[in-house]
């Protein structure tokens, strides 16, 4: 197919379009289009080969440099032969396609589908360049199947918002311009242009939880109510506005129970907020914090056992490799990381940074005068602090600084080759590492993974 090949428009689908759905119009669709490079993940089915073959009729989307992605999960005998499938189609639209083969951990804890979607945008993000957008090719009836399977797990208005038509993924963004089509109008499309697609038998297997909405529950619901996807999908998108609404007053009031590091938030504070707004806080802090959202029943728990727990007990939540933790009156919250071994030492000679056991690493914009020795806590090192004549316990200066006890196990404390102690992280520097970085205008950090 050449650049200059456009699609067909039959009768039926412009009947559809009559309703006020008129994104396969060339003109619209061309209206629509990002001014960024379009990547569109390509499975070889029918919604993403149409998606694909529609943007493909557009010169300003080859322009802006138009390719596909086929992710190979590996869980499906035909998988090899899918990826060839999608090979073809590309050739055929002169189209670039990779194909990024992803192992899919099949004992996460979260089910093969969602691991799967997992190492799906996974691939996803590696593969994306710079300012490129990924297009995805979910529709209406996708968006309905979203909107119940949320309901039926007692999502509030965030979660039954669903799919929205335009979303992160950090540092790219997500566009699903079909969002306002139903499944009838994208094969239409399809069998008017000829299109070859895969079906993938598991999509026909009554037993995992969206395929028995799609091949039950809404057939039933349409013989009722006609325009029950259209319906399901519109409240999503006035769910959306409210959720958008509420994440805007929700900003507002994070700001105030924030503590100075903003994986912080003051229990004091917290608990002056209304139990709703506590709960919709927590939820929208751990998101700021580009955390796994938590599960159903988690605001419960962090409620019962970390709001309102003893002022001297360290209650911790954990999920998907993250800990929230009550110390005092804070909650911190961040990924799980490993203490530093105490055995761990390792000399750094400052010109280059150098990474921690744990993922962190501790880096400098000027070299120091000499080597040092980067070693764990082992208990009963002393520094010797600015403006101070004498030599104080770390352990102390610790506590007075309001160290939590788990940040103090992943420490890397700074020596001089004569054995003093320089640096402790780069929250806590000794008098002489202090004088040195006023004279030499250097800055030590310690960044977290």
Known sequence: MTTESRPQWPQEARTVHDRG?????????????????IVVGFSGGLDSGVLLHALAA?????????????????????????????????????????????SVDHDSGIGLEAAARHARYAAFRA??????????AHHQDDQAETVLLRLLRASGSDGLAAMNQWRELAPNT??????????????????????????DPSNAEHGPDRNFLRHQVLPLLRQRWPQAGAALAR??????????????????????????DPATV??????????????????????????????????????????????DAQPQYR??????????????????????????????????????????????????????????RRGGERVR????????????????????????ERLPLLFAADGELLAAGDGIVSARWQAWQEHSGARLGWISP
């Open 235 to 260: 409240s999503a998108e006035l769910l959306a506005e409210d959720a958008q609404s509420l994440r805007s007053e929700a900003a507002v009031r994070l700001a105030g129970v924030l503590a100075s």
């Open 174 to 199: 997500i566009w699903r311009p079909l969002l306002k089509q139903p499944r009838a109008a994208l094969l239409v499309y399809a069998q008017a242009n000829a299109l070859h697609w895969i079906d």
């Open 385 to 408: 602090l600015p403006g101070r004549s004498h030599h104080h316990s770390l352990r102390h200066v610790l506590q007075q600084q309001a160290v939590p006890p788990w940040q103090r």
């Open 58 to 102: 557009l010169p300003a989307a080859r322009a802006q440099g138009l390719r596909a992605i086929h992710v190979h999960h590996g869980l499906h005998p035909d998988a090899d032969r899918w990826a060839e499938h999608c090979r073809q189609v590309c050739v055929e639209l002169e189209l670039a396609l990779d194909v990024a083969r992803v």
């Open 127 to 136: 593969q994306l360049a710079e300012h490129e957008v990924l297009a995805l």
């Open 21 to 37: 759905i008129d994104i396969f119009n060339p003109t619209a669709l061309a209206h629509a289009l990002p001014a960024q490079p």
């Open 319 to 376: 999920w998907q490799g993250a800990r929230m933790q009550r110390w005092r009156d804070l909650l911190h919250v961040g990924i799980e990381q490993p203490p530093l071994h105490a055995d761990w030492q390792a000399t750094w000679d400052t010109r280059v940074p150098l990474q921690l056991p744990d993922g962190s690493r501790l880096q400098l914009d000027t070299p120091f005068e000499t080597t040092v020795c980067v070693r764990a």
């Open 266 to 311: 003051s229990v004091t504070a917290l608990l002056a907020q209304p139990a709703p707004w506590r709960a919709r806080l927590l939820r929208f802090w751990i998101e700021q914090q580009g955390l796994p959202p938590l599960r159903g029943g988690a605001i419960a728990i962090i409620e019962s056992q970390l709001l309102h727990a003893r002022a």
